[in-house]
């Protein structure tokens, strides 16, 4: 690992993103799979299983039977040939995620959605998915996530969309171009917001992130950059959970909050936040009481903000460990 490779890899984001649209664009990537699916089970560690939980909520909210479950688990759903499993892992070594694709190998469609077409899980795969993030030279999946946030909302698309499959997975490939022009834009602007979102987020006693169920996976993704790269301690938290769960340190700590709007119960936490006087960074939207706003292009769309936002802690998580 090291942190100046993973800067370039952070860099490198806007092209591979826009890489990725063109493939999308280009054809189904997910062609084969079996027509209807009644239920999918979506594996997957770490960032893997962070990105799975959004496409999982999505799919439910259609009436898809789905769940995004830790690789790790003993037991999930039984095999069947019914159910698709969609086994995600950047390296395609992830020795959890082998070890549940075991289960449901011959039993059903098993589809490897990995950045490793010559790895382990893709060669127990009916179906292999590439990433294409391109390699990751400094050893953190940063752009390998951003890859599979999108590549899953392509396979929403494609299980729910019904006769428009055509166009819903036209606008997954328009936001990806969005979402790296959005992306693009932090970075070329990053010399003027950086140094003051560092300092404001550099704490004794960590950093707490925090969003929107549908976005959770930004708030889980920032804290594990925190986390590894530059080794400090950060937690991830949901918008309304953490009122119930995570309000109790801002009493004792210095708090330090990265804040992605949008939740509906973004007032109780704020209010929570100011009453405590924490330390607050909002990113994406205005946030009355915030310490420091940042906003980038195009960051009133959901989506984009779902493939853009963790760059912030990112850019955060290398000037530290690079100063470190």
């Given at each position: ?130 990433m ?15 890859h599979?946030?999108v590549?899953?909302?392509?396979l ?17 490939v ?21 140094p003051?979102?560092?300092g ?116 955060v ?8």
């Amino acid at each position: 690992m090291d942190p100046r490779l993973f800067l370039a890899d952070l860099e490198a984001k806007p092209e591979s993103l826009r890489r990725l649209a063109a493939v999308l664009a280009d054809g189904d990537v997910w062609h084969g799979l079996p027509d209807p699916v009644e239920r999918v089970l979506l594996l997957g560690m770490g960032s893997s299983r962070y990105a799975a939980e959004m496409a999982a909520l999505r799919l439910r909210a259609a009436g898809v039977d789905a769940v995004a479950e830790y690789a790790s688990a003993a037991t999930s759903y039984p095999p069947g040939p019914r159910t698709l499993v969609v086994a995600i892992s950047a390296t395609g070594a992830s020795q959890e995620t082998l070890d549940a694709t075991s289960r449901y190998q011959g039993s059903g469609p098993l589809v490897a959605l990995t950045n490793a077409a010559d790895s382990p899980l893709a060669d127990v795969a009916d179906l292999v998915v590439p990433m294409h993030a391109g390699a990751e030279t400094g050893g953190v999946a940063c752009r390998t996530f951003q890859h599979t946030l999108v590549l899953l909302l392509d396979l929403v698309a494609r299980l729910t969309a019904g006769p428009d499959v055509a166009g819903a997975r036209r606008n997954v490939v328009h936001l990806a171009r969005r979402a790296a022009d959005a992306t693009e834009d932090l970075l070329a602007r990053r010399d003027e917001w950086l140094p003051a979102a560092a300092g404001l987020l550099d704490g004794p006693n960590g950093v707490y992130t925090l969003a929107p169920a549908e976005r959770l996976s930004s708030a889980l993704q920032s804290a594990l950059m925190v986390r590894e790269g530059p080794r400090r301690p950060a937690t991830g938290c949901e918008t309304g959970d953490w009122s119930h769960v995570d309000v109790y340190l801002t009493k004792t700590l210095d708090y330090r909050a990265l804040l992605f709007p949008g939740s509906r119960y973004d007032a109780p936490a704020l209010d929570w936040l100011r009453q405590r006087q924490a330390t607050l960074l909002a990113v994406g939207a205005e946030v009355a009481g915030a310490a420091a706003v940042l906003r980038y292009h195009h960051d009133d769309e959901p989506g984009v903000r779902l493939l853009t936002e963790t760059l912030v802690a990112e850019l955060v998580a290398a000037r530290w460990w690079a100063q470190s």
